[in-house]
Nanobody, 121 residues
Framework: QVHLVESGGGLAQPGGSLRLSCAAS????????VAWYRQDPGKQRELVAA???????IYADSVKGRFTISGDNTLNTVDLQMNSLRFEDTSVYYC???????????????WGQGTQVTVSS
């Protein structure tokens, strides 16, 4: 069993910062990639940022230059540093991981439960 737990959400003022963390635990052979998504009520989940095991990163245009995704070499812990927050960054943020639970098994995707980020003055 694999578990992803997000932490670090909360309330921030516009222009402020928050740091989210995604921690993976359980039976894990190798994590290929970890991504952060966000979802507003009634809307589709959208990709915010992702990082692969070789260190490649991608960002949504809306967060480029403001958010930074980083992880340890195993990607068991991946952080999302969010600076210069805007009202429109308010959302529920989810992390997911594409990983091999055991050597020889296929690739599986797991999701965390989400953490609320609210940007308000």
């Amino acid at each position: 069993q694999v578990h992803l737990v997000e932490s670090g959400g909360g309330l921030a003022q516009p222009g402020g910062s928050l740091r989210l963390s995604c921690a993976a635990s359980g039976v894990i052979f190798k994590i290929n990639a970890v991504a952060w998504y966000r979802q507003d009520p009634g809307k589709q989940r959208e990709l915010v940022a992702a990082i692969t095991s070789n260190g490649h990163t991608i960002y949504a245009d809306s967060v480029k230059g403001r958010f930074t995704i980083s992880g340890d070499n195993t990607l068991n812990t991946v952080d999302l540093q969010m600076n210069s927050l805007r009202f429109e960054d308010t959302s529920v943020y989810y992390c997911n991981a594409d990983l091999f639970p055991r050597q020889g098994m296929g690739l599986y995707r797991y999701w965390g439960q989400g953490t609320q980020v609210t940007v308000s003055s």
